[in-house]
């Protein structure tokens, strides 16, 4: 505005003394300047015009720039669905929540399983009343193309946490070999290997319980390999500290346990899946003790065994599916076989109770004792299986030498090795609603004890959340 | 210990020397991929197929039988996008065979060659059985069979490369007859567009968009939940305000639900093969989409 009135005033100096000559020439010189005043103001608003529009056009450009690149932006982010970041490493995370609704007509606290010397391991029904399972959280992840890793934590329900596994594989060995290393469960059996999760039954047989205290898992290495045939053909060995049940830590250099395992397995026609296996597993225990003894006075006595402990589990595994769909309908038979042999030597430690013998009794001790069970489950539509179970442990023959030799204490005072084989029945019905949610409803008859046989009722949920890794056959 | 070792190496050794196979040995996880890679290789490889037409890929176990087939794999040929995340991942940790590990060269997964369709925006269990990468049954439109095709043959001259002139000839072969019956099938085919339809599963959308089929219903509450009464209930009662042509189910799906949906509503259930060995018909590729279209246009009229 400025600079057009400058103009303008200009133009009038120029013009207003000539214009003084005439009034008519004055008017014609006037109406000139308006003219000019008016051209230059219509040139200088067409200017102003143009420059507010290129200001105008400028702008958008730039919006239009930084629009493009933000389209540009998420075009990328489309393009690649997972976003660059430090989480898209995120090993499979998953869990699983258990728990119970349990009635016993017999104390739970108070399980033992006759005729079998204790396994040390939870064996027991789990606590009346309401009680939540163990609240298992599993991480897995190939670590590289040569190793994977997997760790299980166990969440106790009274607090703390178990390393239930957590142990490195290789992915890269050539020949069909696999080693794993670590803490993990034991490839001999069927069940062993198997994450209570997936079991179908609330707990496991008898026999896991008295030879191997609930499930074998171990502190070593294995190494597994198969062969190059189409029938499965698996064989494997484990080294371990041997510290667990059948073993005892022995805090002695070199290997406290070893076992040895082979599976074969197929299928029979479209319908039918099997597998069998042999496993041995040996282990040298040093002062295994137990403590939950008492002698004929019913003082408490601490036994503890050294020697020699071996065990064989013979296992078979058949599932059937019309035509491998096992969506509507399917059935499995297992069944495992196990037989252990202990050499060695029995020390009876009364010196706490009755102290009748002036110290520790020690005697030769050798025991020869078997069990097994099995076991078939049905599943008769979409979502529902039942299912039974029946367990029998055989005392077999055991030579106790502190009451053979008559050494001081009695077979009285062995009240737990008196001879008894305990059986079990089960039945169980679930309901399936998903692979990721379970109800079951199981019924026990457990002869465990001697003279004593619990009634079981449990209800039982098992609930697995996120990533859940697929389940072995 | 000493002697089960021994014995253990004897056996290894043993087994070892057994003649390596010539051919190419391929494992596949379905039935379609199992006769893509016969048609591609023909005799140069010995194909293995994992699942039968009668099975739901998703409910497959990892039985003694597949390991011992994973072991020996060079190429595992899967669909890939989570379908056999219930038991693949098992196959290949326990079968110790670095060859066909996710990344390697032996693991080829189809669903990453073609684009999914039905890719969830969330990924909640509470929405089913969804998959996170998209639907995976990719199989049913033939554009997506070509595409994995070329994919295959590629792969597989890589992996046999002394015969990489072989499978190239065979997958052109393979693409001139699978392009011709693809153009006849779009032909025969067109009558079917808009044509409305209930599936038992989210099994069909790939040929459901290809044919131009509308989908108005699932007999599945939600993805991979058995059929409930009242959720047929609701189906049937929207089906009597909009009407559908055909109840589709898959020959592995369980005929219960689409024969009750179908007798009541007075709409015809038609099985469909959907994967080869799924009908007497369906013997290979092209007689799959010839058996699918022959069913489906018979409803149509």
Redesign the interface.
Known sequence: MFKRNLIAAAVALAFSAPALAQDAELAKIRDEIRQMKEGYERRIDALEKRLAEAEAKAGKADQVEKSGAASAEIAAAAASSRPASENSFNPAVSMVLQGTYASTSQDPNRYRINGFVPSGGEVGPPKRSFGLGETELAIAA?ID?YF?GVAIAALAPEGGAEVEEAYF?T????????VKGGRFLSSIGYLNEQHQHTWDFQDTPLAYKAFLGGQLRQDGLQA????????????G?EVSSGDQFPGSDRNKNGIGG?S?FA?????AG?ST???TGIS?L?TSPQNRAYASDVDALGAPVVNSFTGRSRLWVADGVL?WAP??????TNFKLQGEYFRRMEDGQLTYDDTSGSNLFGGPVMGAFDSRQSGWYLQGVYQFM??WRAGYRYDRLNFGTVNNGIVQGGLGPTAADFSLLSPYSPTRDTLMLDWN????SRLRFQLASDKSRQGATDNQFFVQYIYSLGAH????? | MIKSLKLLLAMVAGLSMQPAAAALNVLACEPEWGALATELAGDKANVYVATNALQDPHRIEARPSLIARARNADLVVCTGAELEVGWLPLLQTQSGNARIQAGQPGYFEAASYVNKLEVPKTVDRAQGDIHPGGNPHIHLNPHNVEKVAKALAGRMAQLDAKEAAFYQSRAKAFLDRWQQATARWEKEGAPLKGMKVVVHHKNFSYLNDWLGLQEVGQLEPKPGLPPTTASLGDLLARLARDPAKAILRAAYNDPQASEWLSSRAKIPAVLLPFTVGGSDKAKDLFSLYDDTLARLLAVQR
């Open positions: 190939n193309p994977r594989q992915l890269a060995l050539p020949s069909g070999f696999t597994k390999w198969i062969a190059p045939t189409d029938l499965l053909i698996e064989v060995a070893s040895v599976h074969v397995g197929g299928d479209a899946e099997w597998r041995y040996r599932k035509n491998g769909n096992s969506t509507s979409p979502r609603p998903t692979e990721f890794g697929a389940h072995k056959f």
